[in-house]
Each structure stands twice: as C-alpha cells, then as structure tokens.
T-cell receptor
C-alpha cells in the first residue's frame, strides 16, 4: 500500500538556521498538507497546497514558513530562521481529493531547535 | 473558525470492556469527521471516518456516531484489546477548498490486561 514518506526523520538545528523538511506524497494525490505537533499536544494545521499554490494557511504559518513542490514528487516545508518554539513533530499529509477525503499522514520529522 | 473539544483526555478500561471518546465541534458547516489513532512516536493513522450524510458507521469493533444537531460525534471501541492502547484524535473539516483538519486534544486510551 502506498504511503507518504518524509525525510529526515530527525533534525537538530541551531536557532536562526534554515531548515527544509521533505515529503513525498502518495503519487496520485493532488492535495498536500503540513501539520505540526508539539510534544504532548494536539496536531495543528499549518498549510494546505493544491495546484502549485497555497490553498489555506494558519496563523502559525507566518513569513518564516514557505512550501514548495519543486518537482513532480517532492513537497517541502522551509523554515527560514528557526525559533526555539518551532521544535515539534512536523507531519506531511496528502489526499486524492479535498472534499471529505481521507488525509494520509507521513511518519513525521522531529525538529529540535537549540 | 472551527474548534473541536475532545473528552476525556485519558481513559483507562479493562481488556474486553468498551471505550467511548466524545468530541464536540463548533462550525455547523463541518461535514467530515475522521478519527486517528497515534501510537507513541508514530504517524496518526485513520481508523474510521464519518460524513455528515450518515448518523452512524461501524467497522468491526469500532463505531462512530454523529449528531449534527448537537454538533457532537463519538468513537466507540468494543471488546478492547491491549493493542488498542494509543492516543486517539478526533478531527473535523468543513470541506471547503483543500480542507484542513481541525483536531481535538487527544485521548490517551490505556487497556489494562
């Protein structure tokens, strides 16, 4: 069964550094999402992406964040200048359509900002 | 915007007993309600979902009920087993555009052997 994959599984970075988190959505899916989960808390929506543009973004997704689909398979989340509070698990998800469709989550990237 | 409240935050039941987790939502336009199971350090995995045109859905030991009038939905797990121990999240979406899921706070379910 196809799965969403993410790399790296863990990332440690210094405050102020840029990080890029990578995701490979399921191949025939058209909608892509990033969520984050701070340790012990609920999953929070960051951004959704369709047809090479952002569909919706949350208040968390400020100017320090950007997303890109650089080729036909990868979907990336960039944090330009990391803060301590960006430490979290970041999940990529994808769905074949949007309306009432299942979102499949990747295994996550655990980001630790020191 | 949508707000999803989930209760209880922790639930401990004896193996073989039933477990019920409840969620309420605020946006009457929400029409899709998935439940995810998350084991420690792993990805959330969909276990069941319900769309607003039905009131109940069942899949083996798992069932979900939806009350649109009261804006709440519940997860029912019968004949619980140790492998059911995990954190369960409910979520809601209004299906507009590339739908975002708004999650509840999660319920840590422990099945005692």
């Amino acid at each position: 069964e196809p799965e969403v994959t993410q790399t790296p599984s863990h990332q440690v970075t210094q405050m102020g550094q840029e990080v890029i988190l990578r995701c490979v959505p399921i191949s025939n899916h058209l909608y892509f999402y990033w969520y984050r989960q701070i340790l012990g808390q609920k999953v929070e929506f960051l951004v959704s992406f369709y047809n090479n543009e952002i569909s919706e973004k949350s208040e968390i997704f400020d100017d320090q964040f950007s997303v890109e689909r650089p080729d036909g398979s990868n979907f990336t989340l960039k944090i330009r200048s990391t803060k301590l509070e960006d430490s979290a698990m970041y999940f990529c998800a994808s769905s074949i359509a949007s309306y009432q469709e299942t979102q499949y989550f990747g295994p996550g990237t655990r980001l630790l900002v020191l | 915007g949508e707000n999803v409240e989930q209760h209880p935050s922790t639930l401990s039941v004896q193996e073989g007993d039933s477990a019920v987790i409840k969620c309420t939502y605020s946006d009457s336009a929400s029409n899709y309600f998935p439940w995810y199971k998350q084991e420690l350090g792993k990805r959330p995995q969909l276990i069941i979902d319900i769309r607003s045109n039905v009131g109940e859905k069942k899949d083996q030991r798992i069932a979900v009920t939806l009350n649109k009038t009261a804006k709440h939905f519940s997860l029912h797990i019968t004949e619980t087993q140790p492998e059911d121990s995990a954190v369960y999240f409910c979520a809601a979406s209004n299906g507009q555009g590339a739908q975002k899921l708004v999650f509840g706070q999660g319920t840590r379910l422990t099945i005692n052997p």
